[in-house]
């Protein structure tokens, strides 16, 4: 994901209805305001954003397809609980994945690509200092979509959005520390790398980093509490407000 700030429902918006549900599910999720094991009745989202089920139906069920959501026979969709050997899976991955990117980002390291990384990283840190949450945690998951993006790779960017966005879930369930587990001055050691292309470093630099998100984590899974329509509420406001 390369866009920096949350796209809220719009019917003037070039995407479909069901990509803006969908954008916003992400979001959600990506920001830890959408935990796992919610329910997603469709009704209930159809009314939020006022749209119908099919609509709501298509933007789940793509959401599915990621493993953000499970939708279950005759019960609906429910936000994902990953365990804890799919969240060692997804760790797992996430090396591999993020090691490609590496490589590939410092085969030709622009100095404007460490230049955009940089940035982020600011924005990340002043969420932190200001205590927005929210903004804080999709940040430090936009760190690795935009490393992502400047590998060049479509294919490479796809799987890590799918796996940001569910280490999200996971550190979600298992966290118990209240801080964000993927630290910015961490971000900031791996740019550097990057910038000095040391590939070896910047790679060793990212597993150190993806070992110290996961060692934070206790695989005890907790009930989560959510109230869609307050989720939601600026999305469905703005696509309201749009309609007038």
Not at 65 to 74: D, V
Not at 124 to 130: G, K, L, S, V, Y
Not at 169 to 193: G, M, N, R, V, W
Not at 204 to 212: C, E, F, P, T
Request: with cysteine; hydrophobic share 45%; proline share 6%.
């Amino acid at each position: 994901m390369s866009g920096d700030t949350f796209r809220p429902l719009s019917p003037e918006s070039q995407e479909p209805p069901d990509a803006q549900i969908y954008a916003a599910v992400y979001d959600a999720i990506l920001e830890q305001r959408l935990a796992p094991g919610v329910k997603l009745p469709e009704d209930s989202l159809g009314e939020i954003f006022g749209v119908s089920r099919t609509i709501v139906r298509k933007a789940l069920i793509r959401l599915a397809h990621q493993s953000l959501l499970e939708i279950r026979p005759n019960r609906g969709a429910v936000v994902a609980s990953p365990d804890g050997d799919e969240a060692a899976e997804v760790f797992e991955a996430r090396r591999v994945i993020e090691g490609a990117i590496i490589a590939k980002v410092c085969a030709t390291p622009p100095a404007h690509l460490v230049s955009r990384l940089k940035d982020l990283v600011v924005r990340e840190r002043q969420a932190h200092e200001t205590g927005d949450r929210a903004s804080w945690i999709r940040l430090s998951g936009e760190f690795h979509l935009l490393l992502a993006d400047l590998a060049g790779n479509d294919v490479l960017a796809g799987y890590m959005r799918e796996l940001v966005s569910r280490t999200s879930l996971i550190i979600s369930l298992y966290q118990q520390s209240p801080s964000s587990a993927c630290s910015f001055d961490e971000h900031t050691e791996i740019i550097d790398a990057l910038a000095a292309g040391d590939a070896a470093r910047a790679t060793k630099l990212m597993d150190d980093h993806i070992a110290a998100c996961e060692a934070q984590l206790v695989i005890e899974p907790q009930k989560p509490k959510n109230d869609l329509a307050q989720i939601f509420k600026p999305a469905a406001l703005a696509r309201r407000e749009a309609a007038e």
